[in-house]
């Protein structure tokens, strides 16, 4: 009977995990570029991880085949509650790895950029993750230091505490991962050739109105695209630079990037959008430089083209492909962060549904087997 409830439970999880992957072919034919994908690759993980804790389960009672309780609803009710509350155990060295890493990145951002709460997001976010695996582990020691967890009730409660500080940390771990995983794989995506226009996102320009270093990779990037298309197809692309003058800048973005561009001897044509002081500012007024039906591509740095590509969306851009400018490795970990926290924003209402489902459905079973004296 064991073995049962156990295939129920994955059979559960199994379809949830299907539903999900659905979603996300779905939403990819439409547009790749969206929030909402980044959400549902979190909650593949958050069920994959549970799947995987289930078969091992599965797997560890066949063995054990003499010891098992016959009892199918502590059985199935166990087996719901335990798989999620298990990945906090099974993800906290990586947590703490990865806390690390964010630590290091940050101590040699603060040496190159300076410190700065935006430069220090890492750090916190480090501490949160390793912070929280270690309060869900220790849960059921600070709880009976208040109350009796070993009473009927006590137990019944501690559970549920436990396994709503679990969601909260492995859900959000989830998040993290997916975040890494789908900019990962928008920073390698091949561009196609040949492209009609390219539109270069402006960023800070020095006080002396030549672009800081990211902007001028930014610049070098779209050259090297822009003379490499030229040499394979015999036409390159137009050239938009996009970016206002900000509040601190001397010269318009825009400016800035035409003549750096001139000072590397680029020959090839050239247009200016000089009012936009947003990302989805750059994209909205750059179309209307743009003819209809056109091949378009932007570059911006590598962190950044996935968040991008969601603004070009947004003002009517389709089949825009993003080129990555190469950023340092402690400035890019950082910045996923900030992507990390962008899609928490953009998908609050979905995110805040999930964990509500999850710890509500977790609840709900330990109520009932409260009620019906099951666990």
């Keep these: 009977m064991i073995i049962v409830t156990r295939l129920l439970v994955l059979t559960i999880l199994f379809c949830l995990f299907s539903l999900c992957r659905r979603a996300i072919q779905e939403m990819a034919k439409r547009s790749f570029y969206s929030y909402r994908i980044i959400s549902l690759v979190g909650l593949t993980y958050f069920l994959g991880g549970c799947i995987i804790l289930v078969i091992l389960r599965i797997l560890g009672n066949v063995k054990n085949i003499d010891q098992l309780n016959p009892d199918f609803l502590m059985d199935l009710f ?33 040496i190159k950029e300076g410190r700065s709460l935006r430069n220090a997001l890492g750090i916190m976010l480090g501490f949160l993750l390793v912070f929280g695996s270690l309060g869900t582990i220790n849960i059921y020691l600070a709880l009976d230091q208040i109350m009796n967890v070993h009473s009927y009730f006590g137990y019944h409660f501690s559970i549920v505490i436990e396994n709503i500080f679990a969601v909260f940390v492995v859900y959000f771990e989830c998040m993290m991962l997916a ?9 390698k995506y091949e561009v196609s050739m040949p492209k009609d226009y390219l539109i270069v996102l402006g960023c800070y320009v020095r006080e002396d109105g030549m672009p800081g270093g990211v902007l001028r990779k930014r610049v070098e990037t779209a050259i090297r695209f822009a003379n490499k298309q030229k040499k394979m197809t015999g036409k390159a692309p137009i050239l938009i630079f996009s970016g206002g003058q900000g509040a601190d800048e001397s010269i318009p973005e825009a400016v800035s990037m035409k003549n750096y561009s001139i000072a ?37 740095t590598d962190f950044h083209i996935f968040r991008s590509a969601v603004y070009a969306s947004k003002v009517g851009f389709r089949d825009i492909e993003g080129i990555g400018a190469k950023s340092p490795w402690y400035y890019y970990y950082n910045a996923l962060i900030r992507e990390f926290i962008a899609n928490l924003n953009n998908e609050r209402k979905m995110h805040a549904f999930n964990i509500l489902a999850i710890c509500g459905m977790m609840t709900i079973i330990i109520i009932v087997s409260y009620v019906f004296d099951i666990m």
């Design 264 to 300: 590397q001897r680029y020959e090839g044509k050239i247009l200016l959008e000089d009012k936009s002081t947003t990302t989805l500012e750059n994209f909205k007024f750059s179309k209307k430089l743009i003819e209809k039906s056109r091949k378009i591509g932007f570059v911006t």
């Design 179 to 187: 975040t890494i995983h789908v900019s990962r794989r928008t920073m």
């Design 78 to 110: 166990s087996g719901i509650t335990s798989a999620i509350t298990s990945l906090i155990y099974v993800a906290f060295i990586p947590a703490v790895l990865f806390s690390f890493f964010l630590l290091i990145a940050n101590i040699f951002l603060f």
